[in-house]
Nanobody, 129 residues
Framework: QVQLAESGGGLVQAGGSLRLSCVASGTTFTKYAWFRQAPGKEREFIASNSRRTGSTYAADSVKERFTISRDNAKNTVYLQMNNLKPGDTAVYYC????????????????????????WGQGTQVTVSS
C-alpha cells in the first residue's frame, strides 16, 4: 500500500519560512512534485524534480523563494519555502510517480496534475500579513 505522509505546515507571518516534508512508503519514485490549492481555486503546480533527468522546475511565482529537494535514503521529498507571502496560503500536496516518461526539459509534462500517480493528504500553510 502506497502512502505519502506530509508534515511541516502551519501558521507563519509574512516573510517567514517553513519546510514541508513528504515521506513515501510502499513505493519508490522517479518523478516528484509539490502542488498547492487555495479555496475556490484549481490545484496549482509549485515545483518538481526528476531522478531520471535531474531536471528541476518551479513556477514563476515561487521560483526565487521555494526549493524542492529529496533524500533518497529516507524516501522523502522536501519543499523549503522562504519569504512567504499571504498569497502562498493554501493546502500543499506532494505527488510522486514511480516512472518518468517526460522528455527532458518538458515543463508542461512535469507540471501536470495528471502526471503523478500518488498524492499526499495535504498540509495547510497559512501566511498572515
Amino acid at each position: 500500500q502506497v502512502q505519502l505522509a506530509e508534515s511541516g505546515g502551519g501558521l507563519v507571518q509574512a516573510g517567514g519560512s517553513l519546510r514541508l516534508s513528504c515521506v513515501a512508503s510502499g513505493t519508490t519514485f522517479t518523478k516528484y512534485a509539490w502542488f498547492r490549492q487555495a479555496p475556490g481555486k484549481e490545484r496549482e503546480f509549485i515545483a518538481s524534480n526528476s531522478r531520471r533527468t535531474g531536471s528541476t522546475y518551479a513556477a514563476d511565482s515561487v521560483k526565487e523563494r521555494f526549493t524542492i529537494s529529496r533524500d533518497n535514503a529516507k524516501n522523502t521529498v522536501y519543499l523549503q519555502m522562504n519569504n512567504l507571502k499571504p498569497g502562498d496560503t493554501a493546502v500543499y500536496y506532494c505527488a510522486v510517480a514511480p516512472n518518468d516518461y517526460c522528455a527532458p526539459y518538458a515543463y508542461l509534462c512535469y507540471s501536470q496534475v495528471g502526471g503523478y500517480d500518488y498524492w499526499g493528504q495535504g498540509t495547510q500553510v497559512t501566511v498572515s500579513s
